[in-house]
């Protein structure tokens, strides 16, 4: 099976080294980023499978992170992150595509889980 390719969106440096170590333990390949216009930039670079997206970040928030990839790599599935959830927030992520809305602190095996079941997979 092909190695899935993950880019991990926050702007909260400690978190995302941490969780991008915890899903590279569990054998993802792992790009980081630490905010929206990053991980553009990075998605232009190379494409990813799976975008596990903050909400909350300055300069470029997730929602409009999330608009950004939806209209130029429209198969790249996101999971939204975040530690702020609203019902509002949430509703918008899910209508403009977001595949699921998980809160912070979020626990490893139900992120993996949704990352494999974004793409149709089960987890190994």
């Known amino acids: 099976m092909d190695e899935i390719k993950v880019l991990l969106v926050d702007d909260e ?27 553009l930039a990075m998605l232009q670079e190379e494409p990813s499978d799976v975008v596990v997206l903050d909400q909350k970040m300055p300069q470029m928030d997730g929602l409009t992170t999330l608009s950004q990839i939806r209209e130029r790599f429209p198969g790249v599935k996101v999971i939204m992150l975040t530690g702020h959830a609203t019902v509002d927030s949430a509703v918008s992520g899910i209508a403009l595509g977001a595949f699921d ?11 993996l889980a949704q990352i494999h079941a974004s793409l149709g997979r089960r987890p190994d």
């Open 13 to 39: 440096q400690g978190f995302l080294e941490a969780m991008g170590k915890r899903l590279a333990r569990r054998g993802l390949k792992v790009r980081l980023a630490p905010g929206g216009r990053e991980a």
């Open 101 to 111: 809305y998980l809160v912070k602190p979020c626990d490893l095996d139900t992120l």
